[in-house]
C-alpha cells in the first residue's frame, strides 16, 4: 500500500473522469487523503470517501476561504468531523504569498481549527506559504507536543525544518522534489528522517517531472518516491514502508 497523504478529489479538475481516476488507484494500490478547503469542500469530500473504499478525507477551512468561514464553523466542522473516514483537520494555516484572506483573520480561524482539532483527538494538515514563522508561532503555542501536525507540501528552508524536526513534525513532499529548481527542498528530504516523512501529490496540482504541466493525480507518486529514494540513498521499497507506516500512525489509516 502506498499513501497519498494530501490531494484534492473533489477538485472540478476530476469532475468528468473521477471514477476513471479511482480505479486506477486501486489498480495501483494507492489510498489517498482528499483535503478540503470549506464546509462545502468538506461536505463533497465525505461524499466521494463514501463512494470510494481507498479514500479518506480531512475536513478543515483553508486559509484562502477563511475571510468566508461562517462565525459559528466550528460546529459545522465538529458534525463532520465525525465521519468515520475523516482522519484529521485540514488542511488550515496561513498563506501570506496570495493573502486572499486578511492576516488575522488567517490566524483566527487557523488558532480555532487547532482547537477543535484537540477537542476531538485529530491531527492537523497545516498549509504554510511565505508565512512560516507565524506558522511556528502559534503551532509552538498551540499545537506542538498536544496533537499530531503534518505540514503538507513543505516549502521552508532547511534551517526552518530543523526546527520542525527537533518537535516531532511531520512533513509531506510531492512533485515539487522533481523539479530542477527544488535545490532547497532536497536538502530538506537529504536531512529529514524518513520516520518523519510522507508522501503527497496535491493533486491535480504540482504534477512531478516528467509530467509537469499536466493534471496530477495519486498514480505519479512513483516519481516522488522515486526521487526521494535518490536523495536519502535508500531503496524505494523502504521509502514506500516507512512513509506508509507514518501514514498508518498518524492518521489511522487501515
Avoid at 461536505?43 to 470510494?52: G, Q
Wanted: hydrophobic letters at 35%.
Amino acid at each position: 500500500m502506498i499513501v497519498d497523504v494530501h490531494a484534492h478529489y473533489d477538485d472540478e479538475a476530476f469532475l468528468n473522469d473521477l471514477e476513471d481516476v479511482m480505479a486506477r488507484l486501486k489498480r495501483e494500490g494507492i489510498v489517498a487523503i482528499s483535503s478540503s478547503s470549506s464546509i462545502e469542500s468538506s461536505k463533497e469530500n465525505i461524499e466521494i470517501a463514501k463512494k470510494y473504499d481507498h479514500i479518506y478525507v480531512n475536513v478543515g477551512i483553508h486559509p484562502h476561504e477563511a475571510k468566508d468561514a461562517p462565525k459559528d464553523f466550528e460546529d459545522d466542522l465538529f458534525e463532520l468531523a465525525k465521519y468515520e473516514k475523516n482522519v484529521a483537520i485540514g488542511e488550515v494555516g496561513l498563506d501570506y504569498h496570495y493573502d486572499f484572506s486578511p492576516r488575522d483573520v488567517q490566524k483566527e480561524v487557523f488558532v480555532r481549527q487547532i482547537e477543535l482539532a484537540k477537542k476531538l483527538n485529530l491531527p492537523i494538515v497545516v498549509h504554510s506559504r511565505e508565512a512560516h514563522k507565524d506558522t511556528l508561532d502559534i503551532l509552538q503555542e498551540h499545537a506542538i507536543g498536544k496533537i499530531p501536525i503534518l505540514i503538507h507540501c513543505y516549502s521552508g528552508s532547511v534551517e526552518m525544518s530543523r526546527i520542525l524536526r527537533k518537535h516531532g513534525i511531520y512533513i509531506s513532499v510531492g512533485g515539487v522534489v522533481t523539479f530542477q529548481n527544488a535545490k532547497k527542498l532536497i536538502e530538506v528530504v537529504k536531512e529529514y528522517p524518513l520516520e518523519l516523512l510522507m508522501l503527497e501529490t496535491d493533486s491535480p496540482y504540482l504534477t512531478p517531472h516528467p509530467h509537469r504541466g499536466k493534471r496530477n493525480d495519486s498514480t505519479y507518486l512513483k516519481y516522488v518516491i522515486s526521487k526521494i529514494a535518490e536523495i536519502k540513498e535508500v531503496s524505494e521499497d523502504e521509502v514506500i514502508k516507512k512513509t506508509t507506516q507514518n501514514a498508518m500512525d498518524v492518521f489511522g489509516i487501515k
